[in-house]
């Protein structure tokens, strides 16, 4: 029986910074030496930032990648750390630009993997995911066999697990860069576990954390046994060195060559089990096992960081947002006071003839209470010089009012530098229920993918989870409970033109995340009336959805990013199609 520590860097990186991303490497790197690892591991494309998306296709880029490797397997010897195997991934361009992992060792590379499949595609392919000649890499560490798999072929039956399997493979590594969505959990434990009983072996599956761009990585690193039983899982949203010993027997029946759709690869590093040397290696804390978060908990920790990493990676010093006094505004200003702090938060209540007294109450109120900087520019003279230029009645008149406060609220950006939030919701932002150039402007949408229900029931659970830690509930009630309004008429309230949100999300949920058509929509019992009318919004809303700001995904479907349908078409879902 052979002891074998492992440490798996869970790991929050950037796009790009090769110079930090490989400084973090060795920073850990050394830490899991210090420890007394066996291994060390790190998430999916680590050196180059995940996803890299179309850099993959500069030669450029790809060499820096490369350049990047190399630089890195002298500099873990210069740290002391080269006889400490560490897998890497990183962007090949030897033959192509390709995914690829590799093991560093001694100053060289031990063993590399190639994925064909590069992270910019948009629909993965099973049935064309391997091409011949597909290796498999296979080391022995410590008496050890491991094998190295690179995230999507967890989705893959018969795939290199099973090759591991039918190698006699002990361990298994399996590096990703997996984003969040909801309940993401329901499957990635249950895959990794099928992974692990399909091949006999102890799954190691780490996963970056952090943001980029609109996708969030939760981190979710665990180690699973062949039995499923889970040994080790990480806390989410969270950097962490998850470091374990592993009792493992070692023996297998091992096999190399052509092995179903892979040639098996196999390299001896030179490290032999010491029993000395384990015996004397730093005791480790207690293992930990993270449960996964509950859902409102969850999503707020995914859109804080989010957020969270936009404003930082790109370089914002503060942000600013329109505070109205309903409840997406007030939901977004929580949401950045928890991702950045309250003194970079910059709000503005403008209030129109329209706005009512509680609106500019409860903007005041939540201000206060969440302690971000706040002031009032009422729009009213702004408003009436336009139409005192131009005559505008109805729509027009009403979407002006938005439009001024859009051009405000960048003009103040401008002049200070603050990233502006856009405050729109998925509900919202589904049927087209924004102004262009009004509440959709800006340069980041922290709920653009959050359904209007989901809005009130974070924003309630924020509250809770306040006054559960003794502390001053964010959000003012009136501000959840009150009927939601645009406020650019007379008691103009949402409800005028759209249904219940209730009713709207499920309809939303179906026809979105699900992209289920009229005929099966009312199937499932929605109103036909309903449906027809809500379809028609949403697929006429197309358009404006292509010039909302990025946004932070938490769905199966986000807009921008997962679903985009042709602007210019007369195909419309009738119950005839």
């Given at each position: ?180 969505e909801r309940a993401k959990d329901d499957v990635r434990l249950p895959l990794v576990q099928r992974r692990a009983a399909e091949s006999g072996a102890v799954v190691a599956y780490v996963n970056t954390v952090g943001a980029q761009d609109e ?363």
């Open positions: 029986m052979v002891a074998f520590r492992i440490a798996l860097a869970q790991v929050n990186m950037c796009v790009g910074d090769l110079k930090g991303n490989t400084a973090r490497i060795r920073a850990i790197a050394r830490e899991s030496q210090r420890v007394g690892a066996d291994l060390v591991a790190f998430p999916e494309m680590m050196i180059t930032g995940y996803p890299p998306e179309d850099l993959v296709l500069r030669k450029s880029f790809a060499s820096a990648s490369q350049a990047a490797l190399e630089g890195l397997t002298t500099d873990l010897v210069a740290d002391g750390c080269g006889e400490l195997p560490t897998v890497v991934g990183y962007l090949a361009h030897d033959d192509g630009a390709r995914n690829a992992a590799a093991v560093l060792h001694r100053g060289g590379i031990a063993a590399r993997y190639y994925k064909h499949h590069l992270p910019n595609y948009g629909v993965f392919d099973e049935a064309r995911y391997f091409r011949a000649g597909t290796a498999l890499p296979v080391f022995t560490v410590a008496g050890v066999d491991v094998a190295i798999t690179i995230c999507e072929d967890l989705w893959v039956d018969g795939g290199p697990f099973a090759v591991a399997g039918e190698a006699g493979v002990d361990l298994i590594v399996c590096i990703n860069g997996s984003p969040y996708l969030v990585f939760d981190g979710d690193s665990m180690i699973v046994g062949p039995n499923g039983e889970v040994l080790a899982r990480a806390q989410q949203f969270e950097e962490r060195l998850l470091v374990v010993d592993i009792d493992l027997e070692p023996g297998n029946s091992r096999r190399d060559g052509l092995i179903g759709p892979m040639t098996v690869t196999r390299a001896v590093l030179a490290v032999q089990a010491d029993e000395a040397a384990q015996q004397s290696r730093p005791e480790l804390p207690a293992v930990p096992h993270f449960e996964p978060m509950p859902d409102a908990a969850e999503v707020w920790g995914a859109l804080v960081l989010g957020l969270r990493d936009y404003v930082e990676k790109n370089r914002f010093e503060s942000v600013i947002l329109g505070l109205s006094g309903g409840i997406d505004s007030a939901l977004v200003a929580t949401l950045a006071a928890d991702a950045i702090g309250a003194g970079r938060v910059h709000c503005v209540s403008m209030p129109s003839r329209y706005s009512s007294e509680h609106s500019r109450d409860d903007a005041a109120e939540l201000a206060e209470r969440i302690g971000c900087r706040f002031e009032t520019v009422p729009i009213g003279a702004m408003v009436a010089a336009y139409l005192d230029a131009v005559k505008l009645t109805g729509l027009a008149e009403e979407n002006l009012q938005a439009r001024v406060r859009g051009a405000l609220l960048m003009g103040l950006s401008n002049e200070h530098g603050h990233l502006v939030l856009a405050t729109g919701n998925k509900s919202e932002i589904s049927v087209g229920y924004s102004t262009l150039y009004g509440d959709s402007v800006g340069g980041f949408a922290p709920i653009k993918d959050v359904p209007k229900t989901l809005v009130w029931k974070l924003a309630r659970w924020r509250n809770e989870s306040a006054r559960a830690h003794g502390k001053v509930e964010p959000i003012p009630e009136n501000s959840i409970t009150k009927p939601p309004s645009a406020e650019l008429r007379p008691g103009q309230r949402d409800s005028d033109s759209l249904p219940d949100y209730a009713v709207l999300d499920a309809i939303l949920a179906d026809y979105i995340d699900r992209d289920l058509g009229h005929a099966e929509l009312v199937e499932r019992g929605h109103d036909p009336e309903t449906v027809a009318a809500i379809l028609q919004l949403v697929d006429r809303a197309e358009y404006k959805r292509r010039q909302f700001a990025p946004g932070t995904k938490i769905s199966l479907k986000s807009f921008g990013r997962d679903r985009r349908l042709p602007i210019t078409s007369r195909w419309r879902e009738t119950p005839e199609s």
